[in-house]
């Protein structure tokens, strides 16, 4: 339970202060993940999702952290929260896949690579 606590610690995030510029902020948000992600109690998330595969107590415990971190991004870049997670899944997932799969460092023109896909599919 401990462990649990530690590594889904909402206070252990950077504090993120929207600035109303979309660019801006969806660029700010990549790069406080970014620094997250490279953090050394990072290294347990696959522990975590591992063990929420067969533990419904840590998968709810994932799965509001998930939620909440949602809300706060489609509130922010003016989507109906409902409908935000695939694009929260896009926005996100490629840093993830960057970190944990492909091994590469997320670097300042992937971040902008992103943000200008989303900004592109939201037809900005």
Do not use: C
């Amino acid at each position: 339970e401990i462990v649990l606590e530690a590594i889904t610690d909402e206070g252990a995030r950077p504090p993120f202060e929207p600035t109303g510029d979309l660019r801006q902020d969806l660029a700010t948000y990549l790069g406080l993940l970014r620094t997250g992600l490279g953090m050394p109690h990072t290294k347990l998330l696959a522990t975590r999702i591992e063990w929420a595969e067969h533990d419904p107590e840590v998968a709810e415990t994932i799965r509001v952290s998930n939620t909440n971190r949602r809300e706060l991004m489609a509130n922010l870049f003016g989507h109906e929260p409902d409908r935000f997670a695939e694009a929260h899944s896009l926005i996100v997932g490629t840093l993830f896949f960057q970190r944990f799969l492909a091994r590469e460092p997320i670097t300042d023109e992937l971040i902008e690579y992103v943000v200008d896909a989303y900004l592109t599919m939201r037809g900005e």
